[in-house]
């Protein structure tokens, strides 16, 4: 584990690019059914293992890290999506790679606030990926599902953080709590003197993850509409973590929602019933197992 900061982004992406990713419970347990069910008759697929591990977005990065290292090795593009890169690497030999998987809760048994966070944080990635994909559609956006799955992605390198450094993640947990007016960047910069985002993209560039998924995930191409349309999501998701109700959500709300609006070309009413409802329904969200 990492109890000190680190020197600068480098150093954190080194420390961070060949750490073991735990990947959520329900998809270790997953991951045996499948297994046994696909020794007995080989009938599992790769839509349905993407089906199974889309909604665990460290489970999600591990598959697509491990792929694009394979592609980088043999000179090749890596595929977008996770049900790509299933089929790319096979059945057989996913489940080979991935057979001796930690879970996130006993990775963080010693450390029940950082579990808590963590948990916290893949919540709010599945809402923000929701948002995504509704966005997407609406937009009629021909890389709806790669929009998806950057917003189900884009705080990866805060799940790592709690998974590899959980004293530093709760310390900027509890800074952010005591005052919700501090920016979340400026409270990175004083724990861990990098700026997450900056990690992240550093990661993805430094595992060659696919072209696309990394400029989506890239906020400071902001002007560009798929990057607009995961940034809002992730926005969205994370100012409402607590609720539309709550104080820090009721403070962002309506920028967030003006600039839904005018993504989507509607009006702000009609903007803000859409995200409202896509709030109450959400079937490509799954409880945290």
């Not at 990065?61 to 694009?68: A, I, R, Y």
């Not at 948990?119 to 990635?125: D, E, F, S």
């Not at 349309?229 to 967030?256: I, S």
Request: proline share 6%.
């Amino acid at each position: 584990m990492i109890d000190e900061p680190l020197s600068s982004l480098r150093a954190w992406t080194q420390a961070f690019s060949d750490a073991e990713i735990p990947v959520l419970p329900g998809s270790v347990a997953e991951m045996a059914q499948l297994h046994a069910i696909e020794e007995a008759n080989g009938s599992v697929d790769a839509h349905t293992l993407a089906d199974s591990f889309g909604n665990d977005p460290l489970m999600t990065l591990k598959v697509l890290v491990h792929v694009s290292r394979m592609c980088m090795r043999q000179s090749i593009e890596p595929p977008e999506a996770l049900v790509g890169a299933i089929v790319m690497q096979g059945v057989g030999p996913f489940f080979k790679a991935f057979a001796s998987t930690p879970d996130v809760l006993s990775w963080l048994r010693p450390y029940p606030e950082a579990l808590s966070g963590l948990l916290k944080v893949i919540t709010r990635a599945r809402r923000a990926s929701n948002f995504a994909l509704r966005f997407a559609v609406h937009r009629q956006d021909e890389d709806v599902m790669v929009m998806q799955e950057a917003a189900l992605l884009h705080d990866f390198a805060e799940m790592l953080l709690w998974c590899h450094a959980p004293k530093l993640a709760t310390e900027m947990a509890r800074r952010q709590k005591a005052d919700f007016h501090i920016r979340s960047a400026d409270i990175q910069n004083e724990v861990l003197g990098i700026e997450l985002v900056d990690l992240g993209q550093s990661l993805m560039q430094h595992w060659h993850l696919p072209e696309l998924l990394r400029q989506t995930t890239d906020d400071h191409n902001a002007h560009h509409p798929k990057v607009r349309t995961v940034m809002l999501a992730v926005r969205l998701a994370r100012h409402t973590q607590y609720g539309w109700q709550d104080p820090h959500a009721l403070a962002a709300l309506p920028d967030d929602i003006a600039d839904i609006a005018q993504l989507l070309t509607l009006s702000n009413d009609a903007a803000r019933r859409l995200v409202e409802g896509l709030d109450n329904v959400q079937p490509s969200v799954k409880p945290i197992q």
